[in-house]
Structures are given as structure tokens and as C-alpha cells.
């Protein structure tokens, strides 16, 4: 008898370890939208990473085209790319991480127009905003409740470089911080520069500029990643098919690489988006769009930092804005502003290559972030 006790009890606690494990499995999964097609704004899902398989659960129409979104801990930011139509402007939400639910709790201009990308700090005490149009930079406080503070530092770049159709003014594209925190990366497309500024967290003057790396003259950095173990950081340009490879130390980056960033056979239009590596660092992964529609894939040498190309994956959609690899490292998503549709593809951990697996329809998808679910 108590021999079939103790078989019960353990079949009950093995069933709750494989819930449990079921559970950490899974995320929430929110995608930014644009929203002039009928989107309605911010949609939730949640996201299985053992199958890769995402589920519904509500949007928000409290926003315009939030082409971007940054998450931290249970506070969403997101950015209104208005395309100059009004002012361009941040909103702060509470996510409610028991059901998914957002709730809005305040919107502000940045100052600049068509901002497209933001990011906090660890602390959550600041929120960095990347104006493409305006070609500034907008810093806000953050209250405790992870509301935006009406207070706000605005830089402004100037200038431009020789592409005169794309770069005839400055195009801030990112603002992301190097993983120490001690300053914030700014590639500017029009100024075909990244600029970089020293951020001491002070609540009246976060950031202030400090040096800059100069990139090809019509490349058009647009965004920048760094390596999550080493010192090492890459940067995917817009306007030319070059992948730059960096060391660095502090704020000194000496470029030990330039590659390009599509096969060397292709001759239609194409145009950089997005640049990733793998949460194991093995491996870079860049989007390209245009006529090209596809994913290229890196091996990153250990030692050196220096990439080689392992083959190009076709998109499965086109204009493959954004993708993100899930928390597990098991999936990679794939957003195509162009087909209305958000592709995910298994990926190999040892080899670094993608196979794609399914599709979800939703109108323009431009972002995907992952949060865990409580």
C-alpha cells in the first residue's frame, strides 16, 4: 500500500515538474505594427517555444504605428512613427504578465520626427529614443511606476554625406547601449557615422557626446549588436552590402573586419535591415530586403571575432524589416512589412542554419520582442 502511495505521489510531482517545465517554455510574445492598413497596433501572443506554435491573445489600439517596442520588467515602451503627419511621440504601458494585458499610462513627443527605435537602461530609470526624420536623439526619465517623466534631453545631430537622395540630412537609426552601460551608440544613416555618448545616468544631462566611428562614405549604418560574451560588436549598413566586425574597449572600436553582407552574385536592389547574434555567440544572422527577401547567416570565430558566411536563407516574405531569435534560441521570427506576415524558422545550434517552419498572418509587422510569462 504505501509502496502505492509514494507511485502516486511521484506521478503528481513528476506531472507538476513537466508542467512547470511546460510553463518556463513558454513567453509572451508582443508584436509592433504599423497601423495604416487596419492593424490594430500592439498584439499579443503566446509563444510555445517547444513548438515554435504562437497563440492570440489581445492587441491594443491605443497607438499609431509603434514600429518599434522595448520591454522592461513589467513596463512596454513603444514608439509612434507618424511619418511626419503629427509630431512623433513614446508611449509607457503596464503589462499585466498574468493575462497579457496592456494599460496605457502616458504618451509624450520626443521632439523629433519618425522616431523608430528606443531602448532603457538596466535600472529602468531612462528611456533613449532614436528620431530617424528629426535625425536627434530623445532622453527620457522614467517615474517608478515606469511612466514617462515630461521631462526630456533632446540632442540634435547636423549634417550629412554623399548620397544625396538618402543622406542629405542626419537619420538617427538606433540608440543602444554597450553592455557595461557607460555610454550609448547612436548610428546615424545620414551622417553615414556612429556616434557615441557617454551616458553617467545624471537625471538632468544623461547623455553627452563624446567620439565617433566613421563608416564608408554611402553606407548608411543602421544598426549595431554586440557580442554577448566577448568584446566584439557588428554593424549592418543600409545603403552598401557591408557587414563591419569591431573590438572593443570602452568607447575604442578598431574594426578587424568588413564582409559583405549578401551573396556576391546578386545584382538586384536590396537594402540592409537587421543584425543579430545568437544567444550562444556562434552565430550573426543580418536581413536584407528589397528583391533579395532573405537571411543571411554567420559563423563568428571564437578567438577572433571575425565572421564567415555559411549561406543565405530566403526570407519566405518580403521586406524582412525586423527578426529576433526567442529566448530559447530554438526559433528565429522573421517580420516582412512587405507580405503581411510574421515567418519563424527552426534553427540548428550546431550548424547555424535555418529551416522554416510556419507562418502567422497579421497586417505589417515591424517588431517582435519576447517577455517572460509569471
Same mark, same amino acid.
Given at each position: 500500500?504505501?509502496?502505492?502511495?509514494?507511485?502516486?505521489?511521484?506521478?503528481?510531482?513528476?506531472?507538476?515538474?513537466?508542467?512547470?517545465?511546460?510553463?518556463?517554455?513558454?513567453?509572451?510574445?508582443?508584436?509592433?505594427?504599423?497601423?495604416?492598413?487596419?492593424?490594430?497596433?500592439?498584439?499579443?501572443?503566446?509563444?510555445?517555444?517547444?513548438?515554435?506554435?504562437?497563440?492570440?491573445?489581445?492587441?491594443?489600439?491605443?497607438?499609431?504605428?509603434?514600429?518599434?517596442?522595448?520591454?522592461?520588467?513589467?513596463?512596454?515602451?513603444?514608439?509612434?512613427?507618424?511619418? @511626419?503627419?503629427?509630431?512623433?511621440?513614446?508611449?509607457?504601458?503596464?503589462?499585466?504578465?498574468?493575462?497579457?494585458?496592456?494599460?496605457?499610462?502616458?504618451?509624450?513627443?520626443?521632439?523629433?520626427?519618425?522616431?523608430?527605435?528606443?531602448?532603457?537602461?538596466?535600472? @529602468?530609470?531612462?528611456? &533613449? &529614443?532614436?528620431?530617424?526624420?528629426?535625425?536627434?536623439?530623445?532622453?527620457?526619465?522614467?517615474?517608478?511606476?515606469?511612466?514617462?517623466?515630461?521631462?526630456?534631453?533632446?540632442?540634435?545631430?547636423?549634417?550629412?554625406?554623399?548620397?544625396?537622395?538618402?543622406?542629405?540630412?542626419?537619420?538617427?537609426?538606433?540608440?543602444?547601449?554597450?553592455?557595461?552601460?557607460?555610454?550609448?551608440?547612436?548610428?546615424?544613416?545620414?551622417?553615414?557615422? &556612429?556616434?557615441?555618448?557617454?551616458?553617467?545616468?545624471?537625471?538632468?544631462?544623461?547623455?553627452?557626446?563624446?567620439?565617433?566611428?566613421?563608416?564608408?562614405?554611402?553606407?548608411?549604418?543602421?544598426?549595431?549588436?554586440?557580442?554577448?560574451?566577448?568584446?566584439?560588436?557588428?554593424?549592418?549598413?543600409?545603403?552598401?552590402?557591408?557587414?563591419?566586425?569591431?573590438?572593443?574597449?570602452?568607447?575604442?572600436?578598431?574594426?578587424?573586419?568588413? &564582409?559583405?553582407?549578401?551573396?556576391?552574385?546578386?545584382?538586384?536592389?536590396?537594402?540592409?535591415?537587421?543584425?543579430?547574434?545568437?544567444?550562444?555567440?556562434?552565430?550573426?544572422?543580418?536581413?536584407?530586403?528589397?528583391?533579395?527577401?532573405?537571411?543571411?547567416?554567420?559563423?563568428?570565430?571564437?578567438?577572433?571575432?571575425?565572421?564567415?558566411?555559411?549561406?543565405?536563407?530566403?526570407?519566405?516574405?518580403?521586406?524582412?524589416?525586423?527578426?529576433?531569435?526567442?529566448?530559447?534560441?530554438?526559433?528565429?521570427?522573421?517580420?516582412?512589412?512587405?507580405?503581411?506576415?510574421?515567418?519563424?524558422?527552426?534553427?540548428?545550434?550546431?550548424?547555424?542554419?535555418?529551416?522554416?517552419?510556419?507562418?502567422?498572418?497579421?497586417?505589417?509587422?515591424?517588431?517582435?520582442?519576447?517577455?517572460?510569462?509569471?
Amino acid at each position: 500500500m504505501k509502496k502505492y502511495i509514494f507511485y502516486i505521489i511521484g506521478i503528481i510531482l513528476a506531472g507538476t515538474g513537466m508542467q512547470s517545465k511546460a510553463q518556463d517554455m513558454a513567453y509572451y510574445m508582443i508584436v509592433g505594427t504599423y497601423t495604416h492598413t487596419g492593424s490594430k497596433g500592439i498584439y499579443v501572443y503566446k509563444f510555445n517555444a517547444q513548438t515554435g506554435k504562437a497563440e492570440f491573445l489581445n492587441s491594443s489600439s491605443s497607438i499609431k504605428n509603434p514600429s518599434y517596442i522595448t520591454i522592461h520588467k513589467d513596463n512596454i515602451y513603444a514608439v509612434s512613427e507618424t511619418n @511626419g503627419s503629427v509630431p512623433g511621440s513614446v508611449s509607457a504601458y503596464h503589462f499585466d504578465r498574468k493575462n497579457g494585458e496592456l494599460k496605457l499610462l502616458n504618451s509624450f513627443p520626443t521632439g523629433g520626427d519618425d522616431p523608430c527605435y528606443l531602448e532603457t537602461d538596466s535600472s @529602468g530609470r531612462f528611456l &533613449v &529614443v532614436a528620431n530617424y526624420s528629426g535625425g536627434s536623439i530623445t532622453v527620457f526619465g522614467l517615474n517608478r511606476d515606469g511612466s514617462l517623466k515630461p521631462d526630456k534631453q533632446l540632442i540634435q545631430h547636423e549634417g550629412g554625406s554623399i548620397n544625396l537622395e538618402r543622406q542629405g540630412s542626419p537619420h538617427v537609426h538606433q540608440t543602444v547601449f554597450s553592455p557595461d552601460e557607460k555610454y550609448v551608440l547612436a548610428p546615424d544613416l545620414g551622417k553615414d557615422r &556612429v556616434i557615441i555618448y557617454c551616458f553617467d545616468g545624471n537625471i538632468n544631462h544623461p547623455l553627452s557626446r563624446d567620439t565617433e566611428i566613421v563608416c564608408s562614405p554611402g553606407s548608411g549604418p543602421r544598426h549595431v549588436i554586440f557580442h554577448p560574451h566577448k568584446n566584439f560588436a557588428y554593424l549592418i549598413h543600409e545603403l552598401s552590402p557591408v557587414i563591419s566586425v569591431y573590438q572593443y574597449e570602452g568607447k575604442k572600436f578598431n574594426k578587424i573586419q568588413e &564582409v559583405n553582407g549578401w551573396p556576391e552574385d546578386f545584382s538586384g536592389k536590396t537594402d540592409g535591415a537587421e543584425i543579430l547574434v545568437s544567444p550562444d555567440g556562434k552565430f550573426l544572422y543580418t536581413s536584407h530586403r528589397a528583391e533579395q527577401n532573405s537571411i543571411g547567416m554567420f559563423e563568428i570565430d571564437p578567438s577572433t571575432g571575425m565572421i564567415a558566411n555559411i549561406g543565405f536563407q530566403p526570407a519566405g516574405g518580403k521586406g524582412p524589416r525586423f527578426f529576433t531569435i526567442d529566448p530559447s534560441g530554438k526559433w528565429l521570427l522573421a517580420a516582412h512589412q512587405g507580405s503581411d506576415s510574421v515567418v519563424i524558422f527552426k534553427r540548428n545550434p550546431v550548424t547555424g542554419e535555418l529551416e522554416e517552419s510556419h507562418t502567422i498572418k497579421l497586417p505589417i509587422p515591424v517588431c517582435i520582442q519576447f517577455a517572460p510569462m509569471k
